[in-house]
């Protein structure tokens, strides 16, 4: 796996490796998969400061304070985060840098952890920032050294595009030794660094000039590479992961590689074009390279043959190019496994509720939106992060007092402290009679367990005060707070009979550690008397991973169950219960 000057890494590990042996100071990010590990690998490495942000915002305005301050310095993020941390990214394209600045955004093709397709590139296009893409751990490494370099040299943000292949496939990288980048001077300069409209209309001057420095750039840089064939009848112009698919599915095709899709370069495109009898531009998601290169007059195919959505794969362009496709031997049809929530999980209980009762559920981002799914199937929406107190307060404006009380929002103890805060403040302000339910599992769940300000430990897990989440609330003006059990079914259903009563904003913080976090709790696992059983299934109704139906009635699996205890409290006859409680 690994020599004395190679490894076998991810490319979000390369990446962080690539921050490490360029000098970089500080990374400040927000978890989201598929770029998660890179900051938690940061986090390995004791010369860079490395922390868990509130949101991509803060994140992004820690990191651009720490390359203002002179340290080379990277926040990173998935493709929906970058919307979050626009914004100061924006703003940051005028400013600037002093210390080199490197935004990593994981893109998701297909959709596997995401709630969208969008395509980051036109960030790049729209701030007017330089943007790399590799194809590669080798290249996650090199083209992160390279982007604070070039950061430095034209003084802006550098973005780093990856995508969920490239982030979580492995391949053998050189490993250096890190270059220590001296922390610059700070010099006081409010022509550059403060962005009121004088100073503002000067900088976008600036931007103008580097982003013409930076076309010319690109045309000769070492990262975008041409590779002639002797067969000149296909010509594809590819980066990123694609590169890689062309490159097995095409291996007599020319090709232009572009390691650097913002900007691109015009006179390579044009001499490459000319030397080839039929042009391909072979990207996923959106024809961002394409649209360029026919703008340039220059006759291309490109997403009338991959199309809008997905994930290219070498199968797929052989099949699009009329190449013979291997044949392997096909596996016996296996039954579908849609994702459910962990055996034990704290947000179940608080969903059966909430879909017994039929209410309306405004939902969020987390391992909570599951609770759309069969059985429970309780959530009406779910938009981003943040989103499902002004959803509760929206619907009811729009449906009536009523249909309002019939309407929580349900957001996670993460997502509430990352945007859901200040929709809870606006509910106040605006007296929307809503009722918010915090499902506090102590941790940021979904993205692999990192710590957040209420858990009480840093990325490190240091210990660091704890947020006190009811005292939050009431800061932010609600004065009715009330703290239940998650598991507690009967407790939690009073609560919300209470809090949607009221004519104003309340709160309901349901808290019970994550089930994977807290294993030293886990409970005896619990049995199925059968001479009680009935069958009622209502037990089934929980979607406990846990509880099966089988032949000979529904049983509980001792190797899933986590002792929590609902299913007890929803079986009316009492055939649930520890080992040697039955009969």
Partial sequence: ????????????????????????????????????????????????????????????????????????????????????????????????????????????????????????????????????????????????????????????????????????????????????????????????????????????????????????????????????????????????????YVREALPEASILKLGIVNPIPEKAIRAFAAKVDTLYVLEELEPVIEEQVKAMGIDAIGKQLTGHQGELSVNRIKKMFDEPIPTYAAPESLPGRPPVMCAGCPHRGPFSVLSKRKMHVMGDIGCYTLGALAPLTALDASLCMGASVGMAQGIGRAQGEQFGRDTVAVIGDSTFLHSGVTSLISAVYNKAPITLVILDNRITGMTGHQPNPASGKDIHGNDVPALDLAALCRACGVDRVVTVDAFDLDGFDKAVTQETAVNEPSVIIARQPCALLDKKSKKPALQIDQTKCRKCMACMKMGCPAIEKRDNGVVINESQCVGCGLCIQTCKFGAIGKAGERG
């Avoid at 922390?51 to 651009?64: D, G, I, M, Q, R």
């Avoid at 701030?127 to 070039?150: G, I, V, Y």
Wanted: charged share 20%.
């Fill in 1 to 244: 796996m690994k020599s004395k000057n190679t490894a076998l890494l991810l490319g979000n590990e390369a990446i962080a490796r690539g921050a490490w042996e360029a000098g970089c100071h500080l990374v400040s990010s927000y978890p989201g998969t598929p770029s998660t590990e890179i900051t938690e690998v940061c986090a390995e490495y004791p010369e860079m400061h490395t922390e868990w942000a509130t949101n991509e915002k803060v994140a992004l305005e820690v990191a651009v304070g720490a390359s203002f301050g002179g340290a080379r310095a990277m926040s990173c993020m998935k493709h929906v985060g970058l919307n979050v941390a626009a914004d100061p990214l924006f703003t940051a394209a005028y400013t600037g840098v002093n210390g080199g600045l490197v935004v990593c955004v994981a893109d998701d093709p297909g959709m596997h952890s995401s709630q969208n397709e969008q395509d980051s590139r036109f960030y790049a296009r729209a701030a007017m920032l330089p943007m790399m893409e590799p194809s590669d751990s080798a290249e996650c490494l090199s083209f992160t050294k390279a982007a604070f370099e070039l950061s430095e040299r034209f003084d802006a943000p550098v973005l780093i595009r990856s995508t969920t292949r490239i982030a979580h496939a492995r391949s053998q990288v050189t490993l250096q030794e890190r270059e220590e980048a001296p922390i610059r001077p700070y010099e006081k300069n409010p022509t550059k660094y403060v962005m009121m409209p004088a100073m503002a209309r000067g900088r976008h001057l600036v931007v103008e000039q580097r982003t013409n420095a930076l076309k010319e750039y690109v045309e000769t840089c070492p990262f975008n590479k041409i590779e002639m064939r002797d067969d000149l009848k296909v010509g594809v112009i590819c980066s990123g992961i694609a590169y890689q």
